[in-house]
């Protein structure tokens, strides 16, 4: 195997120093690391034919190393979290990989690092961290501070720079969606239409005023703005609110407002009611893709879903559960004509689907399954899909065995290559080393009319220490 090159190392040595006397100092901390040997092959959509696919092979080394600090303050609640994951592609070497933007052979990123403060009803984040919502997942190296009152009323605000995959130890992960990481191969080649805005910094802030558990009721209202170059590139504004008090109705509702376009992004409302021996829901949600103003589909092509789902949940006293959902969506096709880029003839496609689904589990002792059936019929075709599970605990849980076959029958509308019976079964044995180690092995094989023959191979190794 080829040695990680000294920009990795250099990298992880770097985050090892800062990171060192601040757990050397911690009351208790914990360390988690997982590592995958990971074998399979990609679909080449060049020098491809249907009925001769090229297959790309994939031989990937990747690491995880995961610190987490707590009481690094005597008496103080001060602690730290971060996970850091080195990679490398044996397969791939670093001349192929240069010719694609946001492609790396081998490198490092860290997927989060902060320190975090709690005092009172304050609580404070300070390096890079997760941002979670209605409307989108996002990373950024700034600062977050949020108050909670005890009378269950508070308020945060965050600021920093997004996280993107052309950054110091940074993810693509985290890019925002239809756009590049990079224009550096195209700026240097002088190809029209460069963007060296690229790589520039991406600002980033926003505030939520929050209610938590009040009489059963936790809502917030949010506000996030990013800029590149002086200029918005997302700003959206969000609701959420949710009710429940243990059995008996409870409900949610959010909307993710996008404010350059004026209209919602995203929505979801949900009523259910719970018993002791069957649930019932019922769902509404308008679905669209949270793009950068940079990206060319967020002018070009603007496609929401709405969604309405009803479900019904049976869990009788035994072993076995069952589940029945019905679901209906619309699709609805806005194309930019004005822009004309493309010209697309959805003619011959209807707007909606109808289908549902049904299900049931069983658990006894070491032994689990479940199996659901599928089926959804209208825009963009047909499909039926049958996913049977099980697995069995050996021993006191030491070793375990899991399995899982999945067929479908597809028709789609849009891709005469996605047509007819698709197979595939993954088979995942875990065996515990010790109370802190665990060795796994995952095989998995596809068989299908699209890429005929698809082959995985995982090897995972997990270590979790806490002193």
């Given at each position: ?14 985050l ?5 006397p601040a ?16 074998a ?21 080394i ?9 009481e ?10 971060s ?15 240069a ?12 997927l ?6 709690g ?19 996002l990373?950024?190296?700034g600062?977050?501070v949020r108050?909670?009152?005890r ?18 130890l940074?993810?693509s ?5 239809g ?15 460069a963007?060296p ?7 980033l802030y ?13 809502a ?14 997302i ?10 008090r243990?059995?008996g109705?409870?409900?949610l509702a ?5 404010l ?6 995203q ?16 769902e509404?949600?308008?679905?669209s893709?949270?793009?950068?103003a ?5 002018w070009?092509?603007?496609a929401p879903?709405?969604?309405a ?6 869990f009788?006293r035994?072993v ?23 010209k ?6 209807r ?14 002792e ?7 059936v ?7 075709g ?5 996913d049977l ?6 021993g006191?849980g ?6 899982r ?6 028709r789609?509308g849009?891709?005469?290559l996605?047509?007819?019976?698709f ?9 515990a ?10 095989l ?16 995972l190794?997990?270590l979790?220490?806490?002193?």
């Open positions: 195997m080829r040695r990680a090159p000294r920009r990795v190392l250099a990298r992880a040595g770097a090892a120093v800062v990171l060192g757990l050397a100092s911690a009351s208790a901390f914990q360390v988690e690391a997982r590592t995958e040997a990971q399979y092959q990609l679909r080449s959509y060049r020098q491809s034919t249907p009925s001769e696919p090229v297959l790309l092979p994939r031989r990937r990747v690491q995880y190393l995961g610190l987490t600090g707590y690094l303050v005597t008496g103080q609640d001060v602690g730290f979290e996970s850091l994951r080195l990679f490398a592609d044996l397969g791939l070497p670093r001349g192929e990989a010719k694609i933007d946001g492609l790396r052979s081998e490198d490092a990123d860290l989060y690092a902060f320190v975090r403060y005092v009172g009803g304050v609580e404070g984040k300070l390096g890079r961290q997760l941002y979670v919502d209605v409307a989108d997942i990373a950024f190296d600062l977050s108050y909670m009152s009378l269950g009323v508070g308020a945060e605000v965050y600021g920093g720079l997004w996280v993107k995959g052309a950054g110091f940074s993810s992960v985290y890019q925002p969606d756009t590049r990481e990079s224009d550096v191969r195209r700026l240097d080649q002088g190809v029209p239409g963007d805005s690229l790589t520039a910094l991406e600002p926003g505030a939520k005023l929050l209610l938590e558990n009040v009489g059963g009721l936790a917030s209202l949010g506000y996030r703005r990013a800029m590149v170059d002086g200029k918005t590139d700003e959206r504004a969000t609701v959420e609110a949710r009710y429940g243990g059995l109705l409870s409900a959010g909307v993710d407002f996008d350059l376009r004026r209209q919602a992004a929505a979801r409302a949900q009523v259910r009611w719970d018993g002791e021996v069957l649930a019932v829901s019922g509404a949600l308008r679905l893709p949270v793009f950068s940079d990206s060319i589909w967020y070009f092509a603007y879903r709405d969604e789902r009803v479900r019904l949940d049976v009788p035994g076995l559960r069952y589940y029945a959902q019905a679901v209906g969506s619309r699709y609805h096709t806005v194309i930019n004509d004005t822009l004309q880029l493309a697309v003839d959805l003619s011959g496609q707007s909606s689907t109808l289908g549902g689904s049904v299900g049931a589990s069983l658990r006894r070491r032994f689990r399954s479940a199996l659901d599928t089926y959804r019929e209208g825009y963009g047909s499909q039926l899909w049958a599970t099980a697995g069995y605990g050996f006191e030491r070793f375990t065995l899991d399995g076959l999945s067929a479908a029958r597809i789609d849009f891709n005469p996605l047509a007819g019976n197979l595939g079964t993954q088979v995942w044995a875990s065996q080393l010790s109370r802190a180690a665990r060795l796994s092995l995952v998995e094989n596809n068989v299908n009319p699209f890429t005929r023959w698809d082959s995985k191979v995982f090897f190794f997990d979790k220490a806490s002193l």
